[in-house]
């Protein structure tokens, strides 16, 4: 039975009320539905759809969560000639330093189908969207209704936790990030290829299926020639690309305007509080933002979907879903995982942003060293596709 559309509040109390309706918020709320809470998903109505040149790199432990709940794009959506793929399977990653440094990754040295697969963000909402309408035991709200637990999906600028005190440390960094998608004149073979150079982190991320000609930028720059480049003409602003990536497709063809926004390294100090209302918990980009270097940033919110409903589902049968006792268990697991992660990219963009002779000649060095060690490489590659812990 679909589910009930957008109202005012209910009078209902229900489980769960998750605040946020993208892509973290409606996954949580079908992976609780799933397991017979009573969910309410709020969110105000939405406006009308824009343009979203934006593509996810998603791992093999999300692309399963997404499966779960019946939201995974594909194979449910078949392709036809007029229509290109919206999910591209990543056989390769080329990744690329400023003086020579490379390392190869391939996906059959995995014993994988795929490193990770990049995924169309307006196709992935909608079948969230109709996953949720047609799963039984959510309610859409616009307002926030009585609920023991209320998790908050709301991003990183969250009205919510900033009015409940929730302390959320952000240190800006001096980048912003540039995306946009091309059409490029030679096939990219559905390899993924990142550049990293003159201080500045170049990905182009395969689309429109493993023969496709299109890709997606996501393009590190300092803020000031972020800005610069946006306002390039389109034929200028491929130009730069092209040079850049040392035209390693081709020629480049901007399809979309270009956008930028900041980027930022930020964590939330406490994941879980106690209100007079119930419980709250935060998840995704309300909790955590990172450098989109390694492409992990929905990864990890989905990890925070996933460990959150596994915390619920196996709670014991006396305990409400907003025990803070059970929430805590919920906030130490994805604490440790999430700062690791945000660590770990803070450190390779502060690396890489290093323009000292000195340094570049060690990291290029380091680069070729791990091109040569295939189970270092293996076990790099696993790790970012969430196939072991």
């Given at each position: 039975?679909?589910?009930?559309?957008?109202?005012?509040?209910?009078?209902?109390?229900?489980?769960?009320?998750?605040?946020?309706?993208?892509?973290?918020?409606?996954?949580?709320?079908?992976?609780?539905?799933?397991?017979?809470?009573?969910?309410?998903?709020?969110?105000?109505?939405?406006?009308?759809?824009?343009?979203?040149?934006?593509?996810?790199?998603?791992?093999?432990?999300?692309?399963?969560?997404?499966r779960k709940v019946r939201a995974w794009p594909e194979p449910e959506e078949p392709d036809t000639p007029a229509t290109p793929p919206v999910v591209t399977p990543v056989s390769g990653m080329e990744v690329y330093g400023d003086d020579g440094g490379a390392v190869h990754f391939n996906a059959l040295r995995t014993g994988q189908e795929a490193l990770t697969w990049i995924v169309d963000v307006p196709a992935l909402e909608r079948r969230l969207t109709q996953a949720v309408q047609f799963q039984g035991g959510i309610e859409r709200l616009t307002e926030a209704p009585n609920a023991a637990l209320t998790v908050i999906c709301e991003g990183r600028r969250s009205s919510t936790r900033e009015e409940l005190g929730l302390e959320f440390d952000v240190r800006p960094y001096p980048h912003k990030a540039v995306a946009a998608r091309l059409r490029c004149s030679q096939p990219h073979g559905g390899v993924a290829r990142q550049w990293f150079k003159g201080g500045e982190i170049m990905a182009l991320l395969p689309l429109d299926g493993a023969e496709g000609h299109t890709v997606a930028l996501v393009w590190s720059v300092e803020a000031a020639q972020a800005d610069q480049r946006l306002k390039e003409s389109p034929e200028a602003l491929a130009r730069l690309i092209q040079d850049h990536c040392g035209a390693a497709l081709g020629d480049m063809q901007m399809l979309s305007p270009a956008h930028a926004w900041p980027l930022e390294l930020s964590r939330a100090q406490r994941w879980i509080t106690r209100t007079e209302k119930g419980a709250v918990a935060l998840a995704g980009d309300a909790a955590h933002a990172m450098h989109p270097l390694a492409g992990q940033g929905l990864n990890v919110g989905l990890g925070d979907v996933a460990e959150l409903a596994r915390v619920l589902n196996q709670r014991e049968f006396w305990r409400e879903p907003g025990d803070l006792k059970l929430l805590r268990r919920y906030e130490r697991a994805r604490q440790a995982d999430v700062n690791a992660m945000g660590w770990a990219t803070d450190g390779l963009f502060g690396l890489f942003a290093q323009t000292d002779s000195r340094v570049q000649l060690l990291r290029n060095w380091g680069m070729n060293g791990v091109d040569r060690l295939d189970p270092l490489k293996n076990w790099l590659a696993r790790q970012a596709m969430g196939t072991i812990t």
């Open positions: 039975m679909p589910s009930t559309p957008a109202s005012s509040p209910s009078t209902r109390r229900f489980d769960v009320a998750v605040r946020g309706a993208g892509i973290v918020g409606q996954t949580l709320a079908l992976l609780l539905a799933q397991a017979r809470l009573r969910v309410a998903l709020v969110a105000p109505a939405k406006p009308a759809a824009s343009a979203d040149v934006r593509a996810y790199a998603l791992n093999a432990a999300s692309r399963e969560l997404l």
